[in-house]
T-cell receptor, first 110, second 115 residues
């Protein structure tokens, strides 16, 4: 089955800096790669996703890149703000089931 | 995650009791997923259901756990004879029918504490 690894587990940046979170996956059949943001005591919120026929996708300050050959994908947040502080999860899968990474705790200091 | 409704949000049960968690998917969604999140850990897939059918229950513990999604009403995750290790956040998610590479949307979760 699919296995997703996520790094780093914690990331501290200064406000305005960029943050990068990386994930690798094992199943070459996976074709869908979403990213979720989870704040304390709340459910995961979808922030961006990418499908296997696309190499890069951007939405304002957030971008995701996918390298299918190497089986890795990354989340890039530019101009970070304190409200970006949360736990971020990557996931990989296809129809029916997603496998999640273990999460990255991002702390943005003012 | 607006639209996926879970209740109760918080539930306390004594060891040996039963816990029932309910999930109403977003309007128009006919696929429901349950995930479990232990403290400081990621989300672990439990079960995937469509109306009146369990499609994939490969993540469900073999005993004490069951799930259903009836033709009418919410999906139910049932945990019998709870033990302390069942304490976790249980998240329901839903997606629309037939969306390959499903975009799934999560509810706010049900936090189960077993004392």
């Amino acid at each position: 089955g699919e296995n997703v690894e996520q790094h780093p587990s914690t990331l501290s940046v200064q406000e305005g800096d960029s943050a990068v979170i990386k994930c690798t996956y094992s199943d070459s059949a996976s074709n869908y790669f979403p990213w979720y943001k989870q704040e304390l005591g709340k459910g995961p919120q979808l922030i961006i996703d990418i499908r296997s026929n696309v190499g890069e996708k951007k939405d304002q300050r957030i971008a995701v890149t996918l390298n299918k050959t190497a089986k890795h994908f990354s989340l890039h947040i530019t101009e970070t703000q304190p409200e970006d502080s949360a736990v971020y999860f990557c996931a990989a899968g296809g129809f029916q089931k997603l496998v999640f990474g273990t999460g990255t705790r991002l702390l943005v200091s003012p | 995650n607006a639209g996926v409704m879970q209740n109760p949000r918080h539930l306390v049960r004594r060891r040996g009791q039963e816990a029932r968690l309910r999930c109403s998917p977003m309007k128009g969604h006919s696929h429901v997923y349950w995930y479990r999140q232990l403290p400081e850990e990621g989300l672990k897939f439990m079960v995937y259901l469509q109306k009146e059918n369990i499609i994939d229950e490969s993540g469900m513990p073999k005993e004490r756990f069951s799930a259903e999604f009836p033709k009418e009403g919410p999906s139910i995750l049932r945990i019998q004879q709870v033990v302390r290790g069942d304490s976790a956040a249980y998240f329901c998610a839903s997606s629309p029918w037939g969306d390959s590479g499903n975009t799934i949307y999560f509810g706010e979760g049900s936090w189960l504490t077993v004392v």
